[in-house]
């Protein structure tokens, strides 16, 4: 029953606050065939989440319920203003069967990710150790910026404001972190669906026919064919398993192994994630949220692209909408700041191209001032860890490189062919199918510049010295083309005269779309389903309860004092052991939203750019354990504000028999004791 009130609680505010959020929708998106419904979700919680951290951040009231209720108050004071001056010109609500087709579509996908996260509903290993600890910090902070749970005393040095936004759900919708976590990765997705469902068939409506012009089962299919193609299909490297495959059940060869994880390394050095294999593995990570902000960047330059009164002036509604969008880029994973303003101003340039080139100029320029000016209040206290740019020493060979992207460039290819095929035939269309051309042309020119150039990161030195760079360009140029992947296959069919084309590019789309559905299947069983019994999104710390049970029994004494605190009071500070990212050191700061001096190593390390003061701390923590000087011990705990000192498994393990229990044990109370692991209270 819990599972039916969560989904409910998340889809509930979701629509109140889609409602309160239309009018501005509306502004934006009006030409929409919705009206800019399916939209006013995500806009209003990028305006509610960026409030509530702007208020946060300012001070003006404390990070909790308060804040957020402050947060709607001025989104409905804006709504209404909106309202006010523009309901003459608003386009009427939607249909009723346009909102019920979209909360269908949200709702639908949302339980499918809840079920099979509750297959393996592990809040453990990769990034999640990180993502669940930046909203846990959250829930115990008083204002921002926040600090860093890994690095005690110091603000975090990284992007968080999708977080805040995970916040600002679960907070409203009253529903604890560990099921919540699995929720907001269901909440993602089903907002991305909708959203990129009605992108698609808006662009198809306007290359294809007029308003009207499509049948409802033909807006289905570009639908799915959208939708699919962006959140859940494969790459070409299951080509070979499928032919592999096909000859084992024809008594050739040996059934073929496959790991899920695979395609995702296929090019030498780099990472290359489908949005589905980051849906199952990276959850509420930084990039799978930069998705949303992907999708509304979109259909905000569409949007100005379609209007035909829009000037390049202030009273331009789209550019302020693209100077938000793009300030929250910066904001929820910074990298997409400089892919998304680059397509944007593409778009502005294709645009107004015919007008004056000093007012194009001026107009980039103020939209990336008043952009950075919206992330300013993150950007003050965050600086990105990046050296320079260097140039690629080995470069993408061609074979995995479609092994990763051939389904993506078809998309482009169809493009291409139909468009000097029949050029003569669609010049008076000219205009609008420019705007495919120049998604894809930005999207290209990305591709390229990978295999040319990096962003220089901690990891400049090893073989992986460009990964970031190609995995952070990579998702969102995924998202793009593919978001377009219906419009241009339903173009392209339809420009077909011939009924032998048409037959053969539907057995083609077929088998395309086939090849693409073997994947999220396979790896929804490896993942998932295949070994697993269905536990439930609640048990996400079952692996600590069984892996070390005097440990977990000592998270829920901490975590029954820390509940208990006032808010103000909540967040405090604690000493467990140092070792190596991605291990099961860090739990407890992890789990309580409580700092800890120092954290996993290798991400402090990316996020500050220098393992300098990683180091320092790590010997720190090390005397804390292990030294024989209380006093020097004492100095460390004052210095870092410590209030409880952990002493458990993973430490026991840590440091063995160099540690100094009697010390430890002399520095404060011990108010909980079981098994071998024991809570220090500092005096």
Request: net charge positive; aromatic share 16%; glycine share 8%.
């Amino acid at each position: 029953m819990d599972y039916f009130v969560w989904i409910g609680s998340v889809w509930t505010i979701t629509v109140a606050v889609g409602a309160l959020g239309f009018p501005v929708s509306n502004l934006i998106f009006r030409a929409s065939s919705d009206g800019g419904y399916a939209f006013s979700k995500i806009l209003s919680w990028f305006a509610i989440g960026y409030l509530t951290f702007l208020i946060a951040t300012l001070g003006l009231v404390p990070l909790a319920f308060p804040a957020i209720i402050a947060a709607l108050f001025v989104w409905a004071i804006i709504n209404a203003f909106v309202y006010w001056r523009m309901h003459d010109r608003m386009v009427p609500i939607p249909r009723l069967s346009q909102i019920v087709t979209t909360e269908l579509i949200f709702l639908s996908i949302c339980v499918w990710i809840v079920i099979i996260k509750g297959f393996n509903p592990e809040i453990y290993q990769i990034e999640r150790f990180m993502d669940f600890g930046f909203i846990e910090t959250l829930r115990n902070s008083s204002n921002l910026p926040l600090a860093d749970l890994w690095l005690a005393g110091e603000t975090l040095n990284y992007y968080y404001m999708s977080h805040v936004i995970g916040f600002v759900i679960l907070t409203l919708a009253d529903i604890p972190s560990v099921p919540g976590f699995f929720l907001l990765i269901g909440f993602i997705v089903g907002i991305l669906a909708t959203t990129i469902a009605r992108f698609s068939v808006d662009v198809a409506l306007y290359i294809v026919s007029g308003k009207n012009g499509l049948s409802r089962v033909t807006k289905t299919l570009v639908a799915v064919m959208s939708v699919f193609t962006a959140l859940f299909s494969g790459s070409w490297y299951m080509i070979p398993w499928i032919m592999r495959r096909i000859g084992f059940i024809f008594g050739i060869g040996e059934i073929p192994n496959f790991f899920y994880p695979e395609p995702t390394r296929a090019i030498a050095g780099t990472i290359t994630e489908m949005p589905i294999f980051s849906f199952l593995v990276a959850d509420i990570h930084a990039h799978v949220w930069g998705m949303l902000t992907a999708i509304v960047v979109l259909a905000i330059v569409f949007s100005l692209w379609r209007d035909e009164l829009a000037e390049l002036n202030f009273t331009n509604r789209y550019l302020w909408a693209l100077a938000f969008a793009l300030g929250m880029a910066y904001m929820v994973n910074s990298w997409d700041a400089a892919t998304l303003g680059a397509l944007a101003v593409f778009c502005i340039v294709a645009k107004y191209r015919h007008g004056s080139k000093i007012r194009i100029a001026v107009t980039v320029a103020l939209l990336a001032i008043f952009a950075y000016t919206v992330a300013l209040p993150w950007s003050v206290t965050n600086h990105l860890p990046i050296q320079g740019i260097g140039l690629v020493r080995s470069r993408s060979l061609l074979l995995p490189w479609l092994s990763f992207w051939g389904s993506i460039v078809v998309i482009i290819v169809a493009y291409i062919l139909r468009w000097v095929w029949a050029r003569k035939k669609i010049l008076a269309h000219t205009d609008k199918l420019l705007f495919i051309g120049v998604v894809f042309g930005t999207g290209i020119l990305f591709l390229a510049m990978i295999e040319i150039v990096f962003m220089k990161d901690i990891l400049i030195s090893g073989e992986w010295y460009r990964a970031n760079t190609v995995f952070k360009i990579s998702t969102q140029v995924w998202i793009w083309v593919a978001a377009l992947a219906g419009p241009v296959y339903l173009w392209f069919y339809r420009s077909l005269t011939s009924r032998i084309a048409r037959i053969a590019t539907a057995i083609f789309l077929i088998v395309y779309f086939g090849i693409g559905a073997v994947y999220p299947v396979i790896a929804v069983e490896q993942a998932f389903t295949g070994s697993q019994k269905f536990i439930g999104i609640h048990h996400g710390l079952g692996w600590w309860k069984n892996k070390y049970p005097d440990d977990y029994a000592a998270y829920q004494y901490l975590k029954a004092v820390r509940d208990a605190l006032p808010h103000g009071e909540r967040l405090k500070y604690i000493v467990e052991g140092e070792g190596e990212s991605y291990t099961d050191i860090s739990r407890f700061s992890v789990f309580l939203g409580w700092p800890t001096i120092i954290g996993w190593p290798v991400h402090e390390w990316t996020w500050r750019g220098s393992y300098d003061v990683v180091g320092k701390r790590r010997e720190e923590v090390r005397e804390i354990y292990t030294g024989a000087d209380p006093q020097r011990t004492r100095e460390l705990l004052d210095h870092y504000k410590i209030s409880y000192i952990i002493l458990g498994a993973v430490e026991r393990d840590r440091y063995g028999s160099a540690i100094q229990e009697k010390k430890i044990r002399s520095l404060g109370t011990v108010v909980f004791e079981q098994g071998t692991t024991i809570i220090v209270s500092v005096f």
